[in-house]
């Protein structure tokens, strides 16, 4: 099939490989993103994934309390060199990974941080509601894998769509960053702070509040 410039920019923006890479890459995935940037993994030739194995322990550590201090977030985002985690790019970016998650609250970084126990609960609610939807038992189970990657898109920062730009996850963002910046970037861990959380409150849309004080 005809590969589109737009597709190509995309995978380009992904994975920061080179523009022909690209489009041979869309070519033989028949247009397929996910498949042409896999294919671009296997040849070595993404940035993102020749960067991901270098070591990054510089970095910073980000913080960002929402006005009025209700939320308040402190982030550790690696890079590799002193000299680029002093950049204002790289600090840019973590300003925004510290306001996103102020204001969509993730529980982990990644779906591999999730707890076991927490994940197999959630299947089970998932194949109750399933089952009193009336659906058949034995295609239960795969509707509950299908369902549980809402779950991460939920609660894991790397899966959540960017607050400022909700038509990319936190995990493209980072790959556009690694491309651009050219050094292995790694979000190591966060905390965030809310008031009075976990006691009898009135509740409020921290996300719309964030947003709201956030010029996009």
């Not at 910073?60 to 929402?66: L, T």
């Amino acid at each position: 099939m005809a590969v589109t410039a737009a597709q190509v920019k995309e995978l380009r923006e992904k994975t920061g490989a080179g523009m022909l890479d690209c489009k041979k890459a869309l070519e033989e995935a028949n247009g397929d993103l996910t498949k042409a940037g896999e294919i671009l993994r296997e040849k070595g030739l993404s940035a993102a994934a020749n960067k991901a194995g270098r070591i990054a322990t510089e970095g910073a550590v980000e913080s960002y309390i929402h006005a009025g201090g209700k939320v308040g977030v402190l982030v550790e985002i690696n890079c590799e060199t002193d000299f680029v985690g002093k950049t204002d790019q790289f600090k840019a970016f973590c300003r925004d990974i510290a306001m996103h998650i102020a204001a969509a609250s993730p529980s982990y970084v990644r779906r591999e941080e999730v707890p076991t126990e927490a994940l197999e609960k959630e299947k089970e609610i998932l194949r109750n509601q399933a089952l009193n939807e009336g659906k058949p038992e034995k295609i239960v189970d795969k509707m509950v894998e299908g369902r549980i990657g809402k779950y991460y898109e939920e609660y894991c920062l790397m899966e959540q769509p960017f607050v400022k730009d909700p038509d990319k996850t936190i995990e493209q963002l980072l790959n556009e960053k690694i491309a651009t910046i050219g050094e292995n970037i790694s979000i190591r861990r966060f905390v965030r702070f809310a008031l009075g959380e976990g006691l009898e409150k009135k509740q409020e849309n921290f996300a719309e509040e964030v947003m709201s004080q956030v010029k996009l």
